[in-house]
């Protein structure tokens, strides 16, 4: 199993917890999706979501995604990976966290989910990867002015973010700052 599609084996007890929270997140994606297309309905107001205690970090909120990301194709893997696991989600006994397919199909729904989200998913017991949080990608060709990933004027000492912040030539007097804060809270 690839480092990308690895999932945690989580305690009896929290692996439904896992499943129904990457579920919920799924369903939403594909919903609003649908919603969207139709274009004479008003979206529904969002919705608060409680994030179980087994996940680690701020997975942020469940409408928080990019549109643009959901592509055709991974509509289709998020349809069938939903399949998948609503035999899980029904039946939480049935879930086993030493199920290796188990483990592999939540696996591929959350490097989904993390894609459209831009953002980590962490669970707990997952002491390599990054808390769950915001996934910041930035690059560029050519820089010749200022080129900044992040830029905030006051950030929580307990945020967490990912950035990859990267350009092919940086001309002279150009600058790359990959995160700029005025105040760290």
Known sequence: MS???????LAASAL???????????????????QRRD???????????EVPDVVVGDPGHALDF??????DERTERLETLVEALGL??????????????L???????????EDVYGRHITFAGEAQRPASGMRIVNRA??????SRALKARRVSSSANADI?????????????ISVEIDELM
């Open 66 to 71: 990019d549109p643009a990301e959901v592509t």
């Open 141 to 146: 060709r050519d820089v010749r002015g200022v």
């Open 3 to 9: 480092d990308a599609l690895a999932f945690p084996a």
């Open 88 to 101: 899980y989600a029904e039946n939480g006994h049935l879930a086993e966290g030493q199920d290796e397919r």
């Open 39 to 49: 274009t004479s309905a008003p979206l529904p107001p969002e919705e608060v979501e």
């Open 103 to 113: 483990r592999r199909t939540l696996g591929r729904l959350r490097a989904l989910l």
């Open 164 to 176: 990859l912040h990267t350009a092919e030539v940086v001309h002279p007097g150009g600058e790359m």
């Open 16 to 34: 439904p917890q896992a499943i129904g929270f990457l579920l919920h997140r799924a369903e939403v994606v594909l919903d609003r999706r649908a």
